[in-house]
């Protein structure tokens, strides 16, 4: 089937459905406060910089999804606070009318019957070529590695590094990106941090959340820091910082 992968500015008639897509993230990830000054201006602010695919004999019904944002940098060196950090300082630099310097992807979402068909290498293909096109010379991500939530334990700078013996990455999301043409720089530590109530968690994950201390949560990266006498649980999610050096 053919693709078509454009902008949701060129094809504004996706933005009502633009979320409701069939996709496959965990609840909890979407409870992310940072999230809010994103998502709810994706479809007027930042339509230049979400990808939306559809096929030629599906038109109209979204395939997958791609988000950038436009960030503030000033030179430094990529943030420890990865996603979040990303969105609350492009936001800053929409707020205070600053001229952003720099472009990180945010996230590349595709349908759940249309999973490991290589649509994301494509997405990710589109998002490069678009951040060139639009004057940035370097694309970077916040990865969130997709099967690191098979070993929760294990530390990210250790799962991050990982080679198979062709030298490639270890995880099937970092490979696409190196074989995309991305480097593998440095992990962010705290790159996404949701808290909640007890309550709120069991909502979120069907899990008792009665004793302290870490829960492994299937879908999360790491173990869920859960504090019963006070009655919370906050999730610190590592990412992997990767940078799209761009023609």
Known sequence: MALKITTLAERPEFAPSLFEMDHTWHAFVLEDPIADLFYPFATTTYADYVLVADFEEEPGRLAARGCMMPFLSGGSELPDDGWDGVIRQGWLARERGERPDSISALEISVRRDLQGTGLSSLMLAAMRERAAGLGYRELVAPVRPNNKHLEPRTPMAEYAFRTRADGLPHDAWLRVHVRA?????????????????????????????????????????TPVHCDVEQDHAVYVEPNVWVTHPLA
Do not use: N, Q
């Not at 790159?191 to 309550?199: E, H, N, P």
């Open 181 to 221: 043409g991305g480097k593998i720089v440095k992990v962010a530590p705290r790159s996404m941090v949701v808290s909640g109530t007890l309550a709120e968690w069991r909502r979120w994950t069907d899990l008792p959340f009665d004793r302290p201390g870490p829960v492994e949560v299937p879908g999360a990266l």
